[in-house]
């Protein structure tokens, strides 16, 4: 089974700090990855992706996020936090595989600190 | 814009009820999930369908079921409704031909009693 490893279930950071959510996986051939942000009472709705080509990729929102194949990692960053930032963040890979089935991470909430 | 409606934002059942959950997409995609989304756990998958009257077992199946009569409406069906199955459940689709992106819905709010 594949396996999505967010660490941290809850990140705290100051207004305008740097803003780093970890993600790593389990599999030896890479899958497509993906980012979700779930604000409150709302679904989830993609922030980024990357399939192929650049491992750097920009998602909405001033958030990036680098694919490390040495390292199976997809960590969310944001140079500055801003307030509507907060929100609860998901990594997500697909294997097309496997059944063109989403795998989640368990999710890491963010708090915001003005 | 793009949407996936479920009717539903809060719902309150009793043990043993027969509940339905109800996804409709209006953008003609194949592709339909369910997830139920538990604090600490993450989103998992229950079923999914890639197509009208096609269904899937997802990772966590056990205590549902599902209908896809239409291409735009996908239910989700417990049978007997029991108190752990209390949590929020999102359905989404995903746009051919690639697949790569989830549209979700708002979530229902489902508490069994």
């Known amino acids: 089974a594949q396996s999505v490893t967010q660490l941290g279930s809850h990140v705290s950071v100051s207004e305008g700090a740097l803003v780093l959510l970890r993600c790593n996986y389990s599999s030896s051939v890479p899958p497509y990855l993906f980012w979700y942000v779930q604000y409150p009472n709302q679904g989830l709705q993609l922030l980024l992706k990357y399939t192929t080509g650049a491992t750097l990729v920009k998602g909405i929102n001033g958030f990036e996020a680098e694919f490390k194949k040495s390292e199976t990692s997809f960590h969310l960053t944001k140079p500055s936090a801003h307030m509507s930032d907060a929100a609860e963040y998901f990594c997500a890979v697909l294997h097309y595989n496997t059944g063109n089935q989403f795998y989640f991470g368990t999710g890491t909430s963010l708090t915001v600190i003005p | 814009d793009v949407k996936v409606t479920q009717s539903s934002r809060y719902l309150v059942k009793r043990t043993g009820e027969k509940v339905f959950l109800e996804c409709v997409q209006d953008?003609?995609?194949?592709?339909m999930f369910w997830y139920r989304q538990d604090p600490g756990l993450g989103l998992r998958l229950i079923y999914f369908?890639?197509?009208?009257?096609?269904?899937e077992k997802g990772d966590i199946p056990e205590g549902y079921s599902v209908s896809r009569e239409k291409k735009e409406r996908f239910s989700l069906i417990l049978e007997s409704a029991s108190t752990n199955q209390t949590s929020m459940y999102l359905c989404a689709s995903t746009d051919p031909p690639f697949n790569e992106k989830l549209f979700f819905g708002s979530g229902t709010q489902l508490s069994v009693l």
């Open positions: 369908s890639y197509d009208v009257k096609m269904k």
């Open positions: 953008m003609d995609h194949e592709n």
